[in-house]
């Protein structure tokens, strides 16, 4: 990578980082879209498979725009190595397969999005893991749930969807005591807001299709952390297939030259309309991480640059009120993804965390009545009318 590190500052890094130039000199960084990639004579090829030199070979393996889009992630994080991949659950899956075994256990938060509780309770049960939840409210159960087959420890923070918050700092102090792996899905907050390897995580997951890519284009996930774990799940990767693929990479590398620009100005709408919500009749509940009234407020605010875009919302009325509210919204989006330019309404409950049951619900800390509002870059004042009015009762 041709890095010029004039300055430590996050803008620089992710906007400087960048290919080699090729032999026309272009400003912006080109699209590779190839399959592969060719060799001099039959000694370059057979260096390069056996990896004594540093080159590509298959787009599986590596490709200059993921190489790009990792690198740019790295820094961010300020991580040893990372691997990209097709999507963010395929980030989560081959993570944590390429690091488990049959008769490994995991202890996790229970607020997690509903595919990795999926994963964690139908599939890797079949392949003999087990999976311990605890509440990221009640942090001091955790150790009770420790086993002596336990490997790793994972959370996501701020939570999908109620937007809970854990003191990382404490997480890695219990990983460390009992020899476990802390795993990071840093996904709501992106690398802009928290850096979890900071805290002391042995890696960090990203779902680059939310805030990273930040207009509802395209999928993408990423791993970073530890370069020997990073090998083992890059190796894992390479043989099963998950890669990403050089577009999207071009396109999430181009994103994150203007993240911490996109993402500052949504935590402010966030903030806002927040705080308008708080005070709304309406409302019974509200949940944003800078908000004085959350309950780990002061952990959010130690661990945390801004407070992120996503609002837990719980109206009035509970079930039947949210649908209602849901079919009066008019300028949002209904939609399942989040971190888009564009304001997103969810109810979780019904769309992606159907599959939980209500004892499933309840553990994540999730009501059938709970909306999950992804704040965008709308006029803040657009936002809120939209949101006012879904939220008036009609007679």
């Given at each position: ?78 991580a040893e190595d990372g691997v990209a991949f097709s999507t963010g659950m395929a980030a989560i899956y081959t993570t944590f397969a390429a690091l488990l075994s049959t008769g490994d256990h995991i202890v996790s938060a229970s607020s997690i999005f509903g595919s990795s509780h999926t994963l964690f309770t139908k599939y890797f049960p079949k392949w003999g893991i087990e999976t311990t939840y605890f509440n990221m ?40 005591k009992h020899g476990l792996l802390l795993i990071v899905d840093n996904s709501f907050a992106t690398p802009v807001v928290q850096k979890p390897i900071l805290f002391g995580a042995d890696l960090v997951l990203h779902s680059a299709t939310k805030l990273i890519d930040g207009q509802g284009r395209v999928l993408g996930g990423v791993t970073v952390g530890r370069k020997n774990l990073i090998r083992e799940i890059y ?161």
């Amino acid at each position: 990578m041709n890095t010029k590190q004039f300055s430590s500052g996050e803008e620089t890094l992710a906007i400087r980082t960048e290919t080699q130039r090729s032999i026309y000199a272009e400003h912006s960084t080109p699209l590779y879209l190839t399959s592969s990639f060719i060799f001099e004579d039959s000694e370059e090829m057979r260096a390069s498979f056996a990896e004594e030199n540093d080159r590509n070979i298959y787009s599986r393996f590596s490709n200059p725009n993921t190489t790009e889009f990792i690198h740019k992630m790295i820094q961010l994080e300020q991580a040893e190595d990372g691997v990209a991949f097709s999507t963010g659950m395929a980030a989560i899956y081959t993570t944590f397969a390429a690091l488990l075994s049959t008769g490994d256990h995991i202890v996790s938060a229970s607020s997690i999005f509903g595919s990795s509780h999926t994963l964690f309770t139908k599939y890797f049960p079949k392949w003999g893991i087990e999976t311990t939840y605890f509440n990221m409210n009640e942090p001091e159960t955790i150790e009770d749930k420790i086993r002596a087959s336990t490997k790793i420890l994972f959370v996501e923070t701020p939570s999908n969807p109620g937007v809970d918050i854990i003191d990382l700092e404490l997480l890695s102090g219990i990983a460390q005591k009992h020899g476990l792996l802390l795993i990071v899905d840093n996904s709501f907050a992106t690398p802009v807001v928290q850096k979890p390897i900071l805290f002391g995580a042995d890696l960090v997951l990203h779902s680059a299709t939310k805030l990273i890519d930040g207009q509802g284009r395209v999928l993408g996930g990423v791993t970073v952390g530890r370069k020997n774990l990073i090998r083992e799940i890059y190796l894992f990767a390479r043989n099963t297939g998950s890669s990403l693929s050089p577009f999207n990479a071009w396109i999430l590398s181009k994103s994150l030259e203007t993240l911490s620009l996109r993402v500052e100005k949504h935590a402010q709408n966030a903030l806002e309309i927040a705080l308008f919500l708080e005070k709304h009749p309406e409302v019974a509940a509200v949940k944003y991480p800078f908000l004085h009234s959350h309950p780990q407020y002061k952990t959010a605010k130690k661990q945390m640059r801004w407070g992120g875009n996503i609002i837990a919302l719980e109206i009035k009325g509970g079930k039947d009120a949210g649908k209602q509210f849901i079919d009066r919204i008019r300028l949002c989006s209904l939609s399942a993804n989040l971190g888009d330019t564009r304001t997103i309404v969810t109810h979780p409950a019904s769309s992606t965390h159907s599959k939980l049951n209500s004892a499933e619900l309840q553990a994540a800390n999730l009501t059938e009545g709970l909306i999950r509002i992804s704040v965008g870059l709308e006029t803040v004042k657009d936002i809120i009318h939209d949101l006012d009015q879904a939220l008036t009762v009609h007679i």
